[in-house]
């Protein structure tokens, strides 16, 4: 269901974009996809299953690079220990032991 739906939002795209579309088109185009799908679906799987692994990659690279390097850089530049597992003097992190207890209010 998933590969037929996909093949036929794309091929909605097209026949759009071009300013051929028609129902009739699309319909035989969906039934189509999906019979071809559920008689071809072992030799399909095992492909899909390798296109699955090299997109999870490529998508974990994508994710690494973009995301967690540069949250790593601006802790160091702004020298954030998340972990909180030493305590700089130039640091952004609030320092607990310093907060008096006259500047607490209880909530209730």
């Known amino acids: 269901m998933a590969v037929t739906l996909g093949f036929s939002f794309w091929f909605f795209i097209i ?4 300013n051929i579309f028609s129902i009739e088109i699309f319909l035989i185009f969906i039934a189509t996809v999906f019979v071809l799908t559920q008689l071809l679906s072992l030799k399909i799987e095992s492909l899909l299953n390798y296109f ?3 997109n999870t990659k490529i998508f974990l690279g994508i994710t690494f690079i973009g995301l967690i390097i540069p949250y790593g850089i601006f802790f160091k ?5 998340p972990l909180r597992t030493k305590i700089e003097g130039d640091s952004y992190w609030l320092k607990i032991d310093k907060i008096k207890d006259s500047n607490n209010w209880k909530q209730y």
């Open 77 to 81: 530049i702004l020298k954030i220990d």
């Open 52 to 54: 699955a692994i090299i």
């Open 15 to 18: 026949l759009n974009s071009v």
